[in-house]
């Protein structure tokens, strides 16, 4: 039950799938743990093709130096209010501002720069996995001096 329970907090998954992903992996941790980092992948390329009618403008200024402006974009207002979804905004807009992507495409395939293995289409995903609504960049720009 204590594995259960980290499995759950450390992914966020709700506690029948950490239940059903430790019978899966015969009580091990992190394949289960890879278990449901797969289904939720998979759960959010189904919520892809959800329209996205809400969403918030993150911005983020680097030293006077280089700014972003973001728009991320979700299904509900009451998940763009949200606490995650505000903190994806931000790491993705501080993102760009350290790695400077010129086009979304560029963007969603770059590695994480808090977490090299990661890239940031996979964050966004595991993000979409965890709030239940699709999400998606919607542009941004980025300024330097």
Not at 37 to 54: D, F, L, N, V, Y
Not at 60 to 71: E, F, M, P
Not at 93 to 100: D, F, K, V
Request: glycine content about 6%; aromatic content about 4%.
């Amino acid at each position: 039950m204590e594995l259960i329970q980290k499995l759950r907090e450390i992914t966020g998954a709700g506690v029948m799938d950490c239940k059903r992903a430790m019978s899966e992996a015969n009580g091990d941790f992190e394949k289960a743990k890879k278990i449901i980092e797969e289904k939720g992948i998979a759960s959010a390329s189904k919520k892809s093709e959800r329209e996205t009618g809400a969403g918030v403008i993150e911005s983020y200024i680097h030293a006077n130096r280089v700014g972003v402006l973001l728009v991320l974009r979700c299904e509900t207002d009451f998940v763009a209010r949200a606490t995650p979804f505000k903190e994806l905004a931000h790491n993705i807009a501080m993102h760009i501002t350290a790695m400077a992507p010129e086009t979304i495409e560029g963007l969603l395939s770059q590695p994480f720069v808090k977490d090299q293995a990661l890239t940031v289409e996979n964050l966004i995903k595991k993000e979409i996995s965890h709030l239940g609504e699709n999400i998606k960049v919607e542009r941004f720009s980025r300024f330097e001096l």
